[in-house]
């Protein structure tokens, strides 16, 4: 089955780290994809957070992110991460990964992310 999975969400604490994880399972990134993290909060739209465009490895962080979030790859793991520092209870969402490329367009089912003051 082609799917992504997400793992690595949880309970922190304002000021915490939780990496996140994206893996490619049925089909393998390849230099065409861009890889997203989006989330999202209760009553919310579906926002954008970070995106890795594999041909490049060149990135791009929402403002609300940018020098507290980093994405990356493993190409040997087939997985995308995006390590979340100093966390805060804005950032508390689901959190989902998207794959787009010429193999097609898949999402992953989300993981929680709760950060407490």
């Known amino acids: 089955e082609v799917q992504l999975v997400e793992s690595g969400g949880g309970l922190v604490q304002a000021g915490g780290s939780l990496r996140l994880s994206c893996a490619a399972s049925g089909f393998t990134f390849d230099d065409d994809d861009t890889i997203v993290w989006l989330r999202q909060a209760p009553g919310q739209e579906r926002e954008g957070v970070s995106c890795i465009f594999m041909r490049a490895g060149s990135t791009w962080y929402a403002d609300s992110v940018k020098g507290r979030f980093t994405i990356s790859s493993d190409n040997a793991k087939n997985t995308v991460y995006l390590q979340m520092n100093s966390l805060k209870p804005e950032d508390t969402a689901i959190y989902y990964c998207?794959?787009?490329?010429?193999?097609?367009?898949?999402w992953g089912q989300g993981t929680q992310v709760t950060v407490s003051s």
């Open positions: 998207n794959s787009d490329g010429l193999s097609g367009s898949y």
